[in-house]
């Protein structure tokens, strides 16, 4: 079945720094890729939705100048926390589907990302 | 707005008495359904989407428009369905998908 993966699956990070998550889609091109924010007992929220080669698009409320995300080939997405706060810190889950319309969504395991 | 609904956040049943997910959604389109299932240590996966009307390990889900429901059933819980279930709503295009918060399934030997 169609991998992803997602890239690291924890890291700890300084406030003021900033961290990258890559997102990859191993086995399959991936047209669009999405990018989620979990805080624990709570839903999956949407972020961003990437295309290939395109501008993502932020959700309401998401600072596209504090979560960058490039989608540079069908196979990589990547979110880049710039500047992190703890507040930043949670799960963040990116997830690749490789048609349109009604294609199941394939997920990463997701990253913890904790900012002291 | 909120476009999909999952009422129950926790729910336990015995082994093999019923068991039944409920999902609602908003949405003026045509979307599709989906439900995801989150074992413990382990990745979202899907577990069936309502466009192939499969049975996946032993659950079904059926789209009611009329009541805008996508209702996870199961006739006979097992232990190994304790999980994390989502349910899911993707737009007409398909670039957007909307997750539910999620019910957490204990079944109980």
């Known amino acids: 079945g169609a991998v992803v993966s997602q890239h690291p699956s924890w890291v700890i990070c300084k406030s003021g720094t900033s961290v990258k998550i890559e997102c990859r889609s191993l086995?399959?091109?991936?047209?669009?890729m999405f990018w989620y924010r979990q805080f624990p007992k709570q839903s999956l929220m949407l972020m961003a939705t990437s295309n290939e080669g395109s501008k993502a698009t932020y959700e309401q409320g998401v600072e596209k100048d504090k979560f960058l995300i490039n989608h540079a080939s069908l196979t990589l997405s990547t979110l880049t926390v710039t500047s992190a706060h703890p507040e930043d810190s949670s799960f963040y889950i990116c997830?690749?589907?490789?048609?349109?319309?009604?294609?199941?969504?394939?997920f990463g395991n997701g990253t913890r990302l904790t900012v002291t | 707005a909120q476009r999909v609904t999952q009422p129950e956040k926790l729910l336990s049943v015995f082994k093999g008495a019923p068991v039944e997910l409920k999902c609602n959604y908003s949405?003026?389109?045509?979307?599709?359904l989906f439900w995801y299932v989150q074992y413990s240590r382990q990745r979202l996966q899907l577990l069936l989407r309502h466009i192939s009307r499969e049975s996946i390990k032993g659950f079904t889900a059926d789209l009611n428009k009329g009541e805008t429901s996508f209702h996870l059933k199961k006739p006979f819980a097992q232990e190994e369905d304790s999980a994390m279930y989502y349910c899911?709503?993707?737009?007409?295009?398909?670039?957007?998908?909307?997750f539910g918060t999620g019910t957490s399934l204990t079944v109980i030997p």
């Open positions: 949405y003026s389109g045509s979307p599709e």
């Open positions: 997830s690749a589907i490789s048609g349109t319309g009604g294609s199941p969504l394939h």
């Open positions: 899911a709503l993707s737009g007409d295009w398909g670039n957007q998908f909307y």
């Open positions: 086995d399959f091109q991936a047209t669009t």
